[in-house]
């Protein structure tokens, strides 16, 4: 069965950087866009980032772009995303999400939260 | 901040049909797919329609979903209380900056 699983989360100060990483299991991991999505406590959906097959193209959201890069290991079926320059505001649990066509998220994580605090 | 605008609440009975709507433009929803994604208290959001009204495997028939112009719905008929949760419509945003995607701002739905 489809398997995400996101580690590398936990409290970091303002300015700090952070590494998130998502083990997949279960499908060809390279035949997959992947993508980062992020939470706010108590807050609604914000997609971070997304990263195609090969990963040749990536995208993101202008909030973290020039600060978040996203990349994947197809070797070892693993998604990362790493967080520089971090601010109060990104503050969220994130998850990771396997791209189907048309924009569908069919399967996530169970997130792994980062708290940006001094 | 979110472009796709949905109401911050629903509510219904059991048996009852909630619809809850996701307000967009010619840039997102009026030209690319809208998936609905369901979000149970505590855990990560599920895919429930997918490409405007398309339900995956195992998602019961009493959600289905609608797209008309720049607007979408989802529809739960029969309303149960397992289905309170949170609900986001969502959509590819053809931005000049390069296409983005986007979220609504989220529904809550209740069982009274």
């Known amino acids: 069965q489809v398997q995400l699983v996101e580690s590398g989360g936990g409290l970091v100060k303002p300015g700090g950087s952070l590494r998130l990483s998502c083990a997949a299991s279960g499908f060809t991991f390279n035949d997959y866009y992947m993508t980062w999505i992020r939470q706010a406590p108590g807050k609604g959906l914000e997609w971070v980032s997304y990263i195609s097959s090969s990963g040749g193209t990536r995208d993101y959201a202008d909030s973290v772009k020039g600060r978040f890069t996203i990349s994947r290991d197809n070797a070892k079926n693993s998604l990362y995303l790493q967080m520089n320059s971090l601010r109060a505001e990104d503050t969220a649990v994130y998850y990771c999400?396997?791209?189907?066509?048309?924009?569908?998220?069919?399967?996530w994580g169970q997130g792994a939260l980062v708290t940006v605090s001094s | 901040q979110s472009v796709l605008t949905q109401p911050p609440s629903a509510s219904g009975t059991p048996g009852q049909r909630v619809t809850i709507s996701c307000s967009g433009s010619?840039?997102?929803?009026?030209?690319?797919?809208v998936n609905w994604y369901q979000q149970l208290p505590g855990t990560a959001p599920k895919l429930l329609i997918y490409s405007n009204n398309q339900r995956p495997s195992g998602v019961p028939d009493r959600f289905s979903g609608s797209k008309s112009g720049t607007s979408a719905s989802l529809a739960i008929s029969g309303l149960q209380s397992e289905d309170e949760a949170d609900y986001y419509c969502a959509a590819w945003d053809d931005s000049l900056n390069g296409p983005h995607y986007v979220f609504g701002t989220g529904t809550k739905v209740t069982v009274l």
């Open positions: 010619s840039s997102n929803i009026g030209s690319n797919n």
């Open positions: 999400a396997r791209e189907r066509e048309g924009g569908r998220f069919d399967y």
